[in-house]
C-alpha cells in the first residue's frame, strides 16, 4: 500500500466552511508535503513541513505533523470555491524521490 | 517565473508505437521525475534522476525508459505503447538542500491515450 495515505478519499463542504484532510504514512520521514492539484493540471505545492516541526501556516493553511502517530493532518479555513480540487500528501524518506499518496477530492459548494 | 514544460498537453498515439515525452525545466534543478497518474491510484513514480546521465528506477519502471543527455531535460519513453499505458504523465524537478528534498515542481501534464 502507499506509503501516503489520505483521509478522507472525498469531502463536500460549503463555502466559508473549514475542510480538514489527513495523512498517514508508514516509515520514517525527513519532511512531509501537501500538494494541490486542480482538475487535469499538475501539482502545486502548498506547504512543506519537517520532521522537527509540529504545526506550520501559510495563509489559510494550516499544516500540522504528529511524527509518534506518523499522521499529518491539512486544515484550510474559510474556504472558497476556488479551494475545490484534489489534495495530496508526499513524504520524503530518503530515498532520494517523494512518495505521493492517492489523494483527498475537496468540493467547496458556493 | 519558474518553469516546468511538457512537450505536449494530448497525445494519441497506436499500439506498438515508439512514443516520446519531453520535459523541460528552467530552475537548475538536479532531480527530475516521471510519474503516472491514474484515478484512484495518486501519482506512481517511474523514474528519476539526480544528475544527467544518471537515472533511477521507480515503483513502476516497466514499459519505460529514460533519458537525461542535458540538465535540463529528461525524457520518457515508452518503447512500444500499449493499452495499459493509457494514463495522465507528469513531470516534475526539484532542488536539494538541508538533507532533504525540497518542493517539486510540476509539468501540467500529458494526457496519453494509447489505441
Known amino acids: 500500500s502507499q506509503q501516503g495515505e489520505e483521509d478522507p478519499q472525498a469531502l463536500s463542504i460549503q463555502e466559508g466552511e473549514n475542510a480538514t484532510m489527513n495523512c498517514s504514512y508508514k516509515t520514517s520521514i525527513n519532511n512531509l508535503q501537501w500538494y494541490r492539484q486542480n482538475s487535469g493540471r499538475g501539482l502545486v505545492h502548498l506547504i512543506l513541513i519537517r520532521s522537527n516541526e509540529r504545526e506550520k501556516h501559510s495563509g489559510r493553511l494550516r499544516v500540522t505533523l504528529d511524527t509518534s502517530k506518523k499522521s499529518s493532518s491539512l486544515l484550510i479555513t474559510a474556504s472558497r470555491a476556488a479551494d475545490t480540487a484534489s489534495y495530496f500528501c508526499a513524504t520524503d524518506t530518503g530515498r532520494r524521490a517523494l512518495t505521493f499518496g492517492s489523494g483527498t477530492r475537496l468540493q467547496v459548494q458556493p | 517565473d519558474v518553469k516546468v514544460t511538457q512537450s505536449s498537453r494530448y497525445l494519441v498515439k497506436r499500439t506498438g508505437e515508439k512514443v516520446f515525452l519531453e520535459c523541460v525545466q528552467d530552475?537548475?534543478?538536479?532531480?527530475m521525475f516521471w510519474y503516472r497518474q491514474d484515478p484512484g491510484l495518486g501519482l506512481r513514480l517511474i523514474y528519476f534522476s539526480y544528475d544527467v546521465k544518471m537515472k533511477e528506477k521507480g515503483d513502476i519502471p516497466e514499459g519505460y525508459s529514460v533519458s537525461r543527455e542535458k540538465k535540463e531535460r529528461f525524457s520518457l519513453i515508452l518503447e512500444s505503447a500499449s493499452t495499459n499505458q493509457t494514463s495522465m504523465y507528469l513531470c516534475?524537478?526539484?532542488?536539494?538542500?538541508?538533507?532533504?528534498?525540497?518542493?517539486?515542481?510540476f509539468g501540467p501534464g500529458t494526457r496519453l491515450t494509447v489505441l
Open positions: 516534475a524537478s526539484s532542488g536539494y538542500g538541508g538533507g532533504s528534498y525540497n518542493e517539486q515542481f
Open positions: 530552475m537548475d534543478h538536479e532531480n
